[in-house]
């Protein structure tokens, strides 16, 4: 079982605390989500978890890997990928070069000769990013330069690129951010996909409480960097800190 493990973890920025002994359990083929407010740590614990930041304390465990050790170009290595809150593509790029750009730990010295002596090498890489641009409904965009395609596509580009690399866990930074309804939907049931069909586990930030109450089978809720409760969704809209904090009274009507 390739589970995540965080403990205690702790970090401060100049004085902020950022996490402040975070502990918490994601388990193998489960959509675990994180929620808060801004400032909350939820991007921080993303962080340390992909090997950006270094927390001042704790232990991050994935299966038997003490991924604290890894640094974040190798994370991948052990099986997780993420995306990112800003958009880390590159426009002037097709959208397959870009999907292209997520296998690097699957290229390498080896690769790099073949692909100098054929075209035979990049095929292969080739075919495998098409499969995922296919999965995630994009099977038309592959030549398409990513420089004014919309903002729904350009997001959609950004989890294919996570996802080239076959990932065991994927951290998918809030992907309904400045989507609108029926994007948000289309999220959400690719999220699902993504666990059901791909087999992969699933992490989560995302503000849009809906989408989380929709797609996950647990939920973290981080204030301040601690953690105020964890549990499934239902539990977690009807926890009376919750509701105060978060939801208002009106999301128990």
């Not at 959400?188 to 993504?194: F, L, V, Y």
Request: hydrophobic share 40%; glycine share 8%; aromatic share 6%.
């Amino acid at each position: 079982m390739a589970d995540l493990t965080v403990e205690n973890l702790k970090m401060h920025f100049s004085g902020v605390v950022a996490l402040d002994g975070v502990s918490l359990e994601v388990k193998e083929g489960e959509i675990f989500s994180l929620v808060g407010p801004n400032g909350s740590g939820k991007t921080t614990l993303f962080n340390c978890i992909s090997g950006f930041v270094t927390p001042l304390r704790g232990t991050i465990q994935y299966g038997d890997k003490d991924i604290l050790c890894i640094p974040p170009h190798r994370i991948i290595d052990v099986g997780i990928s993420r995306t990112f809150q800003n958009l880390q593509n590159i426009p002037y790029m097709t959208v397959l070069d870009n999907v292209l750009l997520g296998n690097h730990s699957g290229i390498g010295n080896r690769e790099t000769v073949r692909r100098w002596i054929s075209q035979r090498q990049r095929k292969i890489e080739e075919t495998t990013a098409l499969e995922v641009l296919d999965f995630l409904g994009l099977a038309n965009y592959e030549q398409r330069y990513l420089s004014g395609q919309p903002y729904g596509i350009q997001k959609l580009v950004e989890i294919a690129r996570a996802l080239v690399s076959r990932p065991k866990l994927i951290l998918i930074d809030e992907p309904a951010a400045g989507m609108n309804d029926q994007e948000t939907m289309e999220i959400a049931k690719i999220i699902r996909e993504i666990r059901d069909d791909l087999g992969v586990t699933v992490l989560v930030v995302e503000h849009d409480m809906s989408l989380v109450m929709a797609v996950s089978d647990r939920v973290c809720v981080l204030d301040s960097g601690t953690v105020v409760t964890i549990g499934e969704p239902a539990e977690v809209k009807a926890h009376p800190d919750v509701i105060s904090a978060f939801l208002g009274e009106a999301a128990v009507a």
